[in-house]
């Protein structure tokens, strides 16, 4: 099963790129397990990964997943295959009323391919969010983060994205998600389609799982994006 099998509403594909294929979608999320791993075995991360801003912890993913890039230490995931992990690009929004959108993570695949009509926007786009006992929760996560992909803020040529937690709690996937989305009225707010469902393309742990959402802003000659396919993957800190 593909990821626009899942779809309710395809992508348009004059507007909307296909989906990167699994393959690569795989290999970086396990280069961001291998890079977790190696961060949570530094003693001088500790303190970062306990108590630091999510951008702090960002940027030392970024930099382990450069060196993991570099070492092709990771399977599918070398110098070959993607570009240096982008952190924190300027890019503009679906209708360019906002053009310093900063996405926390890219990951570009090498090369352009044929089918992506805008290579800037062709790419693994993700939001970090850390998940702890104050302010920074679920709901946080979603109005902050899942949110983002459904206005038409990231990933609105790309009929995917990845949601990162950094999780400082005992939360887990998917059911501390699933009972967020169950609260009245978040399934309308989210434009949630399904269900989460675990990726059954891997067995790696954590586990990855996907929520399916509407988008229901349009392009400036009212075509539809179509919708778009949310992974979750979240990094227990502890």
Not at 141 to 161: E, Q, S
Not at 169 to 181: A, E, G, I, M
Request: overall charge positive.
């Amino acid at each position: 099963m593909t990821i626009n099998d899942t779809l309710a509403c395809p992508p348009d594909k004059n507007y909307t790129h296909p989906a990167i294929e699994d393959r690569f979608i795989l290999a970086a999320e396990n280069a961001i397990r291998l890079a977790w791993i190696r961060l949570q075995k530094k003693k001088s991360m500790n303190h970062v990964l306990t108590h630091g801003k999510e951008i702090e912890v960002t940027n030392k993913l970024q930099k382990e997943l450069d060196h993991i890039r570099n070492n092709g230490t990771s399977p599918g995931y070398n110098d070959k295959t993607f570009e240096r992990p982008h952190r924190g690009n300027d890019l503009c929004n679906y209708d360019e009323t906002h053009i310093e959108k900063q996405p926390d993570l890219i990951f570009y695949i090498s090369g352009t391919r044929e089918e992506a009509i805008d290579s800037l926007h062709d790419g693994i786009f993700v939001e970090c969010k850390v998940l702890d006992n104050g302010s920074r929760n679920i709901g946080l996560y979603a109005t902050k983060g899942i949110h983002r992909f459904l206005t038409g803020d990231y990933a609105w040529r790309m009929p995917h994205a990845l949601m990162l937690g950094y999780v400082r709690t005992n939360q887990k996937l998917p059911d501390d998600l699933t009972s967020y989305f169950d609260k009245r009225g978040n399934k309308t707010k989210f434009c949630l389609i399904t269900g989460i469902k675990r990726c059954t393309k891997t067995r790696k742990k954590p586990a990855v799982y996907v929520s399916s959402h509407c988008r229901k802003w349009q392009h400036t000659d009212s075509v539809k994006p179509g919708d778009i396919a949310i992974r979750h993957l979240w990094l227990d800190v502890y």
